[in-house]
């Protein structure tokens, strides 16, 4: 690591003598039982792009909330051109030229589109009607190369359209800055290759980009420079150019980042069908129909993946099948049995495990601790818990996924989003007997983590003859651990291929189509 | 027929419109994103303080409704500063807005009514009927509010950014919005026009004061604002419903020769159904409730 060190050094010591657009000095910020971020020092360039890269916990979306104002910083200064400021809040950064466009957009579903832009905009006072900044939101959009209808509601929008609307935003305020928090990271790589011309002309033009982001190629692709953070620290910047993605890799993992393949795992064998969906049709949260007629069949001991960009009807189909969400017609099969009319806690007692999106909000219960939200799932306990054989379970589950908390009675909010992940998908892991039903089961995880989560489930489907059905938006995962790979679009499955003869351009097509 | 029909519409116009002001005060709250069980208390409070200002200042209407809409303002500002600032249960910090809004009614109308029987032919209210044509204002004047609420709340940036808090107050203020400023704003605003609408209650509808009046009424606004999706328009048509029924209970009663107490369960049970029409519709979609009312909103708070 060392020689890491030397290198940033003697990069930042180099000819540069121009005020940096932001420099930090010994920013930390605590949270209860975690030290986020500790004693970050950190110049950024304008007219650059610079990824922050890191595993999970790494401290990288806390170090740009702070610089958002979304969080204030325990300690250390923050310097915009040279001069100390302090941002208590998006407005500050707003005002300061820092827009930040993160992973899950973060945009209000029932606003339009105008809505939503004009929130920020100062210049527009609180009692102006907002039709007003119609022709400006036209006027920007235009050099961005979108069409997007500025009296649209927001959810009638594509995932890709949404972050449109972010970064559209972001201009129209006045950004100098755009913070792009794993804003590309699942874009289908047509969609992605416009995002990295857009932000190459941004930089180009005087822009400056901080890009936040777990995937090394990703950050390869586009940044000039790359800084690393580990556990809160800064483990070295360096230029793009002159490095390679192995010698980034031992920075971010040390000594793990020997096992970080994207090969595929190895094929299963199917036996007999478990789980059969017949001409599905779900509405989604608007009342519209998010699935239209899916049929899918998935087999014990295979892993079926569905690929699609975000919002195209995965996620209401994954919640129809694990009984979330009304059926509007069709049938779904598990076992034999027509469970279109049965519980989630019959699924539950019949060897069904459940990872769902959003992990902190739907898959534990962030105020109670980590045998709680063991003993909570059907599967574990009955009527009345057996804390001494739970707490043992908790114990095996922290040794095997190195989850990094102070004891299993630790409230589960006071774990990083990785390792609430892990908690989470170990507990599920444990609960499928039958069939694993998951929906992006390693998104907040970082690659070294999810690479192993992911070898963990296939093995466990190939040794168990378990079945799972994975959705998921990142395609190398779906490449990774299917053994059938369906790709659904617009609430409609447009294709199944076997994993050995699937091409990813045709996949990729097939979801942007 | 016709004449049946007016005397019907002006002898509820006051009753109409108090349930109506409350209702839309209260959607507007909620629109915020503040869960709002304090308004039962709070539009008891308002009835005794209309009740006492107008005693006080010898049925001066303007000084009542202008002093009651303070001082629910006041409560509706503490309200959301308290679920907005710390990270406590709205339903905690409502229910007990709630009680403090009961006990501080009786300490505020007792004396004032005390005052008003020493004192000899001290009437207070106002009287809305057939007989004075204002109530055709007080349509119009309904009307008029409906569409400037539709207008606020729809097309204008503080609207916006009020929709924005109750939506999610977390991506609110990463899209710059101050969702202490806004939820104040709109809970100072809201509970103004429940203080109104208890006012307009007492001064045009009850008229007298006795320990516990308006109690329950409160608790019907929020039925209607919830009946009507809480938008300003449909507000109208689920407050006329209910004050029609409360207004007419007793002619109903004495009509279908229904027990009393059966009589005056009457709205309340409209009020569920009207709920329960509301939510097992596709209304429910159309006009979902604020996706984070009544949750907690802490901003120091780790999140993933």
Redesign the interface.
Known sequence: MATQAESSKSFFSSPSTETPIIKLEGITKR?PGVI?LDNINLEIHRGKVHALLGENGAGKS?LVKIL?G???PDGGRIYIDGRPVKIA???DA?RLGIV?V?QSP??????TVE??I?????K????????RIREKINEVSKTVGVKIDPSTEVWKLSYTQKQLVEIV?GLL?GARVLLLDEAITYLPLEEKKKFYKFIRQFADEGGTVILITHKIPEAMDVADLITVLRRGRVVGTVPVKGTSIEEIRKMMFGEKSSEITYERLPLGSPSETILEINDLWV?G???DYAVKGANLKVRRGEVVGIAGVAGNGQKELIQAVMRLRPVEKGKIIYDNIDITNKTTHYLRLNGVGYIPD???KYGVSIENNILENIAIIPTFSKEIINWKHIKSLAYKLIREFEIKTPSPETPV??LS?GN?MKVLVSRELTAATKLLVAYNPTR?LDEATAIRVRKIIKSKVINENVAALIASEDLDEIFQISDTIVVMNSGKIVGVFPADKAKREEVEHLMVM | MIEAIIALLAGMSSVFLAYYLAALGHAIVEKSGILNLAIDGIFVLSIAVAYAEAVYTNNNILASLLLTAIVAALFGILLAFLVTKFPISHGAAGLSMMFLGYGLASLVGLPARNLQGSIKGLEIGYTIDINNPVWIAVYIIIILIGLGALFFINKTKIGAAIRAAGEDPAAAEALGVNVLMVRLFAGALGFALIGLGGAVFELAYVQVWSEGTGMGHGWLAFAISLSAGRHPLLLILSSSVFAGLVKYMTTIQAMYNIPTDLAKMLPFVAAILAMVIFMATPLRRRLAPPKSLGKIYFREERTV
């Open positions: 949270f986020a806390t958002y979304i969080y204030t809040g998006p407005m707003i930040m993160s973060v945009i209000i579903d029932r606003l809505e939503n004009v929130l920020g905009l100062e527009l006072n609180m009692f102006a009607p907002i039709r935003r305020l509405r949260d608007f009342g959003l992990p902190a909010k006071f989003g609430i907040a």
